[in-house]
C-alpha cells in the first residue's frame, strides 16, 4: 500500500516562507495527480494545489501568486514552497495521491503562521 509522509510544517511569522514535502513510497508518475490539501480548525478539507502526471498545474485562488507546487520524478517526491504566509494559511496541511480508484493521504504536517 502506498504510504506518504509529509514534513518541512512548523512555525513562521507572517510574510515568512516554508516548504512542504511528501515523500512517496512509490513512482509518483503512476497517480493520476498529486496534491496539498489544507484544513483549518472548524473548516473543511480544501485544496490548496496540484500537479498532474503530465505536469500542469492548478491552484486555489487564495494561493495563487503564494505558493508553487513541484516534484522531483527521481526522489518521488512533492514540494509545495509557500511564500508571503498569512495568519489565515495556518492549518494541517494534507499530501494527497489520487488513481482513477483510489485516493491516499499523507498524516498531514502542521503550519502555524503567527507573529
Known amino acids: 500500500q502506498v504510504q506518504l509522509v509529509e514534513s518541512g510544517g512548523g512555525l513562521v511569522q507572517p510574510g515568512g516562507s516554508l516548504r512542504l514535502s511528501c515523500a512517496v513510497s512509490?513512482?509518483?508518475?503512476?497517480?493520476?495527480?498529486m496534491g496539498w490539501f489544507r484544513q483549518a480548525p472548524g473548516k473543511q478539507r480544501e485544496l490548496v494545489a496540484t500537479?498532474?502526471?503530465?505536469?500542469?498545474?492548478a491552484y486555489a485562488d487564495s494561493v495563487k501568486g503564494r505558493f508553487t507546487i513541484s516534484r522531483d520524478n527521481a526522489n518521488n517526491t512533492v514540494y509545495l514552497q509557500m511564500n508571503r504566509l498569512k495568519p489565515e494559511d495556518t492549518a494541517v496541511y494534507y499530501c494527497?495521491?489520487?488513481?482513477?480508484?483510489?485516493?491516499?493521504w499523507g498524516q498531514g504536517t502542521q503550519v502555524t503562521v503567527s507573529s
Open positions: 500537479i498532474t502526471s503530465g505536469g500542469g498545474t
Open positions: 494527497n495521491a489520487a488513481r482513477i480508484s483510489s485516493n491516499t
Open positions: 512509490e513512482s509518483i508518475l503512476s497517480f493520476v495527480a
